[in-house]
């Protein structure tokens, strides 16, 4: 197998004793999350994050310890002196970081770091990740290359990404509920396959990139885990015929104009124009998923004309050769401008480049061949039913600010109730008893010396954090479920209370149930 190069650097094929001989030495040095951010403190390391490192650096001063060698050394990509080094590593040693192609001899790429003393500079960046899920709390240790920080410059085109807010995002909506098999698509440095492998009997990852897979490959070693299978090509590709239980993709989904001097990264440009990436996975990804399959993904589409974005993804889902099911939610809409800076600022062209100008006009004249007012984010959620019926089909935005980081037990209940839901008519709603979320609490707003509220609004703490505005008989509704009477019971004790006719009021009220079931302000008993 041919090496995996950036800029001449080799990552070779990761060696499984050398890699856990290292964790075993970030594990004895601390090498954690939170025992690295205490070490340089909140704003400081909030500041890594918009890469500015001085104030790390700062904070650590003169500490010599393991964990600050190594937080520099592999957190902030900075060159450090080899006895510090070897010190901090002493069971993997220099010789064993060199073996994984993690370090080089800063003195052998003419760095004057160390003082005139041998220096060791990194080739790659390892840095702790901490999550939570339902089986625990969870501390890896994630390999990528090195930043624009650490470079001095902008990213080469065979960039390896870490875990950036994007991964974060699917790796949290990732459904927390056991699966067979898994198809990481795009995996990048593998966060998606490991967080897949949490739920999942297999997990095959795929990339274009064969660095990247080798970065997956060190990152499973790392962190102990021996049966991620990986394959390189392109989309679905290495799958080859196999069909999955579940589909999680980050693909390169990033909008980048088709012409000379725009550089093509791979961890986010697929290659074709516009959003036909996102418009082809969709296309592609019923046939691959098994009946009652699920595949997430994130994506951009692009709003045309007086076209909105999100009724664009509705018809690729329509003309999808296998019937799906579909939810998906907008996160974040950009205009053309914004959208460009955002992602020339990504690659590491700031405006006081020289270059910035070319390429933003290289995207404004892309999105105006195509007439774009608009570019959308957010994820999409599709299954294959398992009859071929489709029963879901959802296409919302979502604008506040929430944990999207943990937001995937939520899908997982609300597909849940969903099911359970549609398998009823509007009698079995009727005869089923509920209890309100114990997240949700209500609010009541009157004039001043008023009787009754002129607005009463249901209001949840987790989910979607969503706000609904309701009428008094639905609010009374949800704050008489309790998991002792059926809905049905209750809607004619309303409608009595109320003085309205009891059956118009059940035929008002039980398609709202069925919607607070699915967004989850109601739940079954």
């Known amino acids: 197998m041919a090496a995996a190069r950036l800029n001449g650097d080799v990552l070779p094929e990761p060696d499984a004793r050398a890699a856990a001989a290292l964790a075993d030495d970030l594990s004895a040095a601390g090498y954690a999350s939170a025992a690295v951010r205490a070490a340089w403190g909140d704003d400081a390391d909030d500041a890594i994050a918009r890469g500015l490192h001085r104030p790390a650096l700062r904070a650590l001063g003169e500490r010599r310890d393991p964990l600050a060698v190594l937080a520099r050394l592999f957190v902030l990509g900075v060159p450090q002196p080899a006895p510090d080094v070897a010190g901090a590593v002493p069971t993997a040693g220099l010789d064993g970081l060199v073996q994984l192609g993690l370090v080089a001899d800063a003195a052998a790429a003419g760095d004057p770091a160390g003082g005139g003393g041998r220096s060791i500079r990194p080739l790659v960046l390892i840095r702790p990740q901490s999550f939570a899920d339902a089986g625990g709390e969870v501390e890896w240790w994630i390999a990528s290359d090195l930043d624009e920080a650490a470079l001095g410059g902008s990213l080469p085109v065979e960039h390896v990404l870490g875990v950036g807010g994007a991964s974060r995002t699917l790796a949290g909506i990732q459904l927390p509920t056991p699966t067979v098999s898994v198809l990481d698509m795009g995996t990048g440095c593998g966060i998606q396959a490991l967080r897949a492998r949490r739920h999942a009997e297999t997990v095959l990852a795929t990339d274009i990139s064969e660095r990247a897979l080798r970065f997956t490959r060190l990152n499973a070693l790392l962190n102990g885990v021996t049966d991620i299978v990986t394959a390189r090509g392109t989309l679905f590709e290495p799958a080859r015929d196999e069909a999955f239980d579940r589909i999680v993709s980050n693909p390169p989904f990033v909008i980048t104009p088709r012409r000379d001097g725009v550089p093509e990264y791979e961890y986010r440009d697929g290659g074709m124009v516009g959003d036909a990436l996102v418009e082809a996975v969709i296309a592609g990804v019923g046939a691959r998923l098994k009946p009652g399959g699920?595949?997430?993904?994130?994506?951009?589409?692009?709003?045309?004309?007086?076209?909105d974005g999100l009724d664009r993804v509705r018809g690729w889902v329509a003309r999808s050769p296998v019937p799906?099911?579909?939810?998906?939610?907008?996160?974040?809409?950009?205009?053309?401008?914004?959208?460009?800076?955002?992602?020339?600022?990504?690659?590491g062209t700031v405006p006081s480049d020289p270059a910035f100008a070319g390429l933003m006009d290289a995207w404004l004249d892309d999105f105006a061949t195509r007439d774009v007012t608009e570019v959308g984010f957010g994820y999409v959620l599709l299954r294959r039913p398992v009859d071929g019926t489709v029963s879901l089909s959802r296409y919302e935005a979502v604008w506040q600010s929430l944990g999207d980081e943990a937001i995937g037990g939520h899908l997982a209940a609300a597909l849940?109730?969903?099911?359970?839901?549609?398998?009823?008519?509007?009698?079995?709603?009727?005869?089923?008893?509920?209890?309100?979320?114990?997240?949700?609490?209500?609010?009541?707003?009157?004039?001043?010396?008023?009787?009754?509220?002129?607005?009463?609004?249901?209001?949840?703490?987790?989910?979607?954090?969503?706000?609904?505005?309701?009428?008094?008989?639905?609010?009374?509704?949800?704050?008489?479920?309790?998991?002792?009477?059926?809905?049905?019971?209750?809607?004619?004790?309303?409608?009595?209370?109320?003085?309205?006719?009891?059956?118009?009021?059940r035929a008002d009220l039980l398609p709202r149930v069925r919607e607070l079931l699915f967004t989850g302000f109601l739940v079954f008993a």
């Open 416 to 505: 849940a109730a969903h099911d359970r839901a549609t398998a009823l008519d509007d009698a079995g709603i009727a005869a089923s008893v509920l209890k309100a979320a114990p997240d949700v609490t209500e609010a009541r707003h009157q004039l001043p010396g008023a009787e009754d509220p002129t607005v009463i609004e249901l209001r949840q703490g987790g989910g979607f954090a969503r706000t609904l505005s309701v009428d008094p008989a639905l609010a009374g509704l949800v704050g008489a479920c309790d998991g002792d009477l059926p809905v049905g019971v209750l809607i004619d004790a309303i409608a009595q209370l109320l003085e309205v006719d009891a059956v118009e009021l």
């Open 324 to 347: 799906l099911d579909a939810w998906v939610i907008a996160r974040e809409n950009l205009d053309p401008i914004a959208y460009a800076e955002l992602w020339i600022r990504d690659g």
């Open 294 to 307: 699920v595949a997430q993904l994130l994506g951009n589409w692009e709003s045309r004309g007086d076209v």
